[in-house]
């Protein structure tokens, strides 16, 4: 398969869950693998563009490896919630840093987050995700005739291109009998 339908295909497969905020694997969840640009000719930063890897390239997942879960403490006084889902999209910075968050409240699954009364579970959810740090993720640049069957391992590259990238989240907060459950998607 090419790189270019296996990334496509990344970007829909939708979010899987993930136990535990230690050591996930991007890979099995939603990535927009798409190439953020410093700064768009009127001067945006941010500015999106697609990205097609080369012959000679891979693309090494960037890798959570710290960072608290969401908290929402006293801040929210519900005795009860039913499970409710906040969406967000998690730019990473190439120095594997969380740049900024934005809630993702495009598709029914993620729509609670754009309610009033949910503010505070985006906020935590926020809160948490600006503390995570990853391994970041990477341009794979190999030498011609010297690309491994894997090419998202870059120990053989000839370069190393570390990228900004952003990902898609999933939390799920509930509460029962005023106990405070989050679960990370």
Known sequence: ???????????????????????????SENVD?????AAAPGGESGAVTAYEL???????MPQL???????????DPRRELAP?????????????RVERSVLL??????QAGAAAENTVLVQAAQEAVAQWRFTPAAVCHFAAGQVP?????????ARVEPVAVSLLYAFTFEIVK???IVRQH
């Open 105 to 110: 409240n495009d598709r029914p699954e993620c």
């Open 178 to 180: 005023g106990q405070q």
């Open 149 to 157: 069957e894997d090419r998202g391992d870059c120990r053989d590259a």
């Open 1 to 27: 398969m090419r790189w270019g339908g296996l990334l496509a295909a990344l970007l829909f497969t939708g979010c899987a869950s993930q136990p535990s905020i230690t050591t996930v694997d991007t890979r």
């Open 33 to 37: 693998h798409r190439r953020l640009v």
């Open 84 to 96: 409710t889902q906040v969406c967000l999209q998690v730019v990473v910075n190439a120095e594997g």
């Open 54 to 60: 080369g012959a000679t390239e891979g693309y090494r």
């Open 65 to 75: 490896y710290g960072g608290p879960q969401p908290v929402l403490g006293e801040r």
